[in-house]
């Protein structure tokens, strides 16, 4: 069966796709039809945070399988009541509501904050993002995500919108000068944006100007939740406090689950009627995001998870001083990794291949920047895999050039 003519024929081509097709994924491998091996740091874009076929999501999958998949929101939901409560015990004081996705978690985001500027929020409007955000492609997500090829010409729904460097606090002040926004949205690790940490200090001095204001302070941790920087989120690292969390990928364990943890402040602004969806929250994606949940709060997987995490950095440290001419920087959080090449977007994406041929798969994002967003999952010798192939690669691959 040819599947790459048959996927071009009756898909529709918005995606970019790596020729092999996969037959299974076991731990931190996938396995292609002819049986060929990859180490996976890309995990279906943060998504599979436990890797493959996790023993403990398998359980939950069975268990869950076996009794009911939907039931819709007019009976009570067991596994995702659970999963709420765990995410609301290990975060703020709040509620959570439950979608599909990443851009409906930010769109219920949307939604809640413009229901706030009714009552406590009074004369404020509008959001204050980054530059180069990503925060999603519906229409209202895709209002709130600054980067120009996802945007485009676009129709745009009309709350005003506030672009903001990153770091800039002089910027946040000058914008709440002219303007009365009500909410600053930022993701703590710009993720598609290229794998930008924002500092801890920044995160700081912006949760004190929104309170200083009178604006919410939210954080979209759809990639960098569930884990991902080291902490269950990464807003943790800089002991701030956010008024909504977006969560997504990771959450559902493999499957649809995203949302949002509404504080005190935004808790109770949705009254029955106010938002809605079908599907979410699966009672199987909650199941799988229980099971996700299960191993995150272990304290020996977190453990063992920060030995790696600080075993891969200080790996990818050493490659950065033997080849300094090809790895001029090195930058992210935890399991969330980007490495910037001075090469031309033609030959990045030849080291993506040269290193899928080598059995190594990861991402490029921004055209440049190789991405890696491996399974928590990640053993040492994972990262000595990857780093003495990717070591061999570099030295190979073509010399910084001008664009
Ligand atoms: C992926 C992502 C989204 C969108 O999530 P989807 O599930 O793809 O809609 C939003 N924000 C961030 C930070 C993301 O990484």
């Not at 599947?3 to 020729?19: A, C, F, G, H, N």
Request: proline share 5%.
């Amino acid at each position: 069966m040819d599947w790459r003519s048959l996927d071009e024929q009756y898909i529709v081509s918005t995606y970019k796709r790596l020729p092999i097709a996969i037959a299974k994924g076991e731990g931190n491998y996938l396995y292609d039809t002819n049986g060929k091996s990859y180490l996976d740091l890309f995990t279906g874009l943060a998504v599979n945070v436990l890797g493959h076929s996790h023993p403990r999501v398998l359980r939950a999958l069975h268990e869950q399988g076996d009794l009911f998949l939907h039931i819709s929101n007019v009976f009570l939901n067991q596994p995702a009541i659970r999963l709420a409560q765990r995410l609301v015990e290990n975060t703020i004081a709040g509620k959570v509501f439950f979608t599909n996705s990443g851009a409906e978690a930010t769109e219920s985001a949307i939604k809640l904050i413009h229901k706030w500027t009714k009552t406590d929020g009074a004369g404020r409007e509008g959001i204050v993002v980054l530059r180069n955000s990503f925060h999603g492609r519906t229409l209202g997500a895709v209002r709130l995500t600054r980067q120009a090829h996802v945007y485009q010409d676009f129709p745009q729904p009309a709350f005003p919108v506030y672009e903001l460097d990153a770091e800039d606090t002089e910027g946040l002040r000058a914008i709440c000068r002219e303007a009365k926004p009500a909410a600053v949205l930022m993701e703590p690790v710009l993720g598609s944006g290229g794998v930008v940490p924002l500092t801890e200090s920044f995160l700081r001095e912006v949760e004190t100007i929104c309170r200083e204001e009178g604006m919410l302070f939210a954080m979209d941790e759809i990639q960098t939740g569930m884990g991902r920087t080291g902490k269950l989120f990464a807003y943790q690292h800089a002991g701030v406090t956010p008024d909504l969390i977006l969560f997504a990928k990771g959450v559902g364990g493999g499957l649809p689950l995203g949302g949002v943890i509404a504080g005190t402040k935004l808790m109770n602004q949705f009254k029955p009627g106010d938002h809605g969806t079908t599907f979410a929250p699966s009672p199987l994606s909650a199941a799988l995001g229980n099971a996700v949940m299960d191993e995150l709060l272990d304290p020996d997987f977190s453990s063992s998870v920060a030995e790696v995490i600080e075993y891969l950095w200080s790996g990818l440290e050493d490659l950065r001083s033997r080849l300094p001419e090809q790895l001029q920087a090195l930058r992210g959080k935890g399991m969330m990794v980007g490495i910037p090449l001075s090469v031309t977007p033609e030959e990045a994406s030849r080291l993506q291949s040269n290193l899928l041929e080598e059995g190594i798969l990861v991402d490029v994002t921004q055209k440049t920047i190789v991405r890696l967003l491996p399974p928590l999952t990640l053993t040492k010798e994972d990262v000595d895999h990857f780093l003495a192939v990717f070591a061999r690669q570099l030295k190979t691959s073509s010399p910084a050039q001008e664009a």
